[in-house]
């Protein structure tokens, strides 16, 4: 973290913890600079930094000024889910999500893409070319099965971090985190099982349990601790669960961590019961706190949690390059990899492996955290500032996606389809993140774009649109 950027920090605490009053005038630039031993451009920093995350107002003449503002939104409470299994649809409005982040006249805040636009990827651009640039046909051969060695190793390094210790052989490449998922499941549950989740849950996974044919019941989960255990353990008494599958760390859509006693926990109901734990681990390095939390697979004696990642979030998804620890069902996960796309591309692979072997991995990283933070915190007075106050907003911990829920008289499907024809915006609606269609009256936003005047239009647009439908709907209630 830059000066200017520990600065806005500290001053954005400040005025959270209410130390500086709305419409109370900030110190000077000069005076912060003296009580900081920081020079005046990096205080002008700062406070251009709080100007964009609509946290004070610059008075020309007179200095800055903390901006007058609206409570921050409460976090939504812990969902209420169908606990019965339930077959997956909603594919045509999956499908109109993926279609609409490659469609370059629509804004598109539906789709979880990280920012692409970094100089720290600059080295991965360079490793791709070497690796063609070498004209070596084993390049375009077919990999070992399990993947790249030289990767393999790399990603086992990278673990450490998260409590794992690994060897290369612990590790299969695979084409992305959704063939890793879709693996992993194949390598417990069979056609006609049923598999635990959490509610609401990323739509993509819903969509792999759909294509095998699995059935899902969705699990009460809350916005700070995860998963309901209580929940979950009536399930198990009732359903024959094969395996649990979480994202407990910077969970999309939700956002949280979950409490390393919760994680203790799930891991002794997982063993009573005798069920796999699938944890999908994609957002764990985009934790804002350092270090990064600690996986349920660092705790597992017995081989039954599948871990499954990738570099789509941290890196960029078009690399297509993910990976499973699969423990006990090693076996069954490398039958279902053969089956599902055969070996994965060793380009890629190879160039990833250079990127993480040269040291540029991980400032990358710390750079995309610090920037998702930021952005999340801009994005999130933004919505305060010009969604009504009726909302709730999630607090997320990590990643770069908000959940925002309106009241549950709102249309999420009928916002969606009014933005994208009056204003070319695309948004995805909560009832994409439920097997059994739940959460409609709320929104999951990606936030993970740099501010811009642009991107402000753009919310305040949204935020528009929701009180409009709201005063329509007050209209028509009668009294």
Known sequence: MTRYQHL?????????QGLYQGGERLPSVRALSQEHGVSISTVQQAYYLLEQQQLIVPYPRSGYFVRTRKASPPIPAMSRPVQRPVEVKKWGAVLELVQARQDPNLISLGSSQPDLTQNTLKPLWKQLQRVGQRQDPSSFMYDQLAGTPLLREQIARLMVDSGCQLSAEDIVVTSGATEALAVAIRAVANPGDIVAVESPVFHGILQILCGLDIKVIEIPTDFTNGISLEALELVLEQWPIKAVLVVPHCNNPLGFIMPPHRKRALMTLAQRYDIAIIEDDVYGELAYEYPRPTTL???????????????????????????????????????????????TAICTQLAIAEFIRQGYYQPHV???????QRNLETFACWLRYYFPEEICVSRPQGGFVLWVEMPEYMDGVQLREHLRATANIHIAEGSLFSASGKYRHCLRMSCSQPWSNDMEKTIATIGAAIKGMLLTYQKNVPV
């Not at 998804?317 to 053969?338: E, I, N, T």
Request: hydrophobic share 40%; net charge positive.
């Open 8 to 16: 806005a920090t500290l001053l954005a605490q400040r005025i959270e």
């Open 297 to 343: 697979k660092s705790m597992d004696i017995d081989g039954r949690v599948l871990l499954c990642s990738s570099f789509s979030k941290t890196l960029a998804p078009g690399l297509r390059v993910g990976w499973v620890v699969s423990g006990r069902y090693f076996d069954r996960v490398m039958h279902a990899k053969y089956t599902n796309t055969g070996t």
């Open 366 to 372: 710390r750079r995309m955290r610090s920037l998702y």
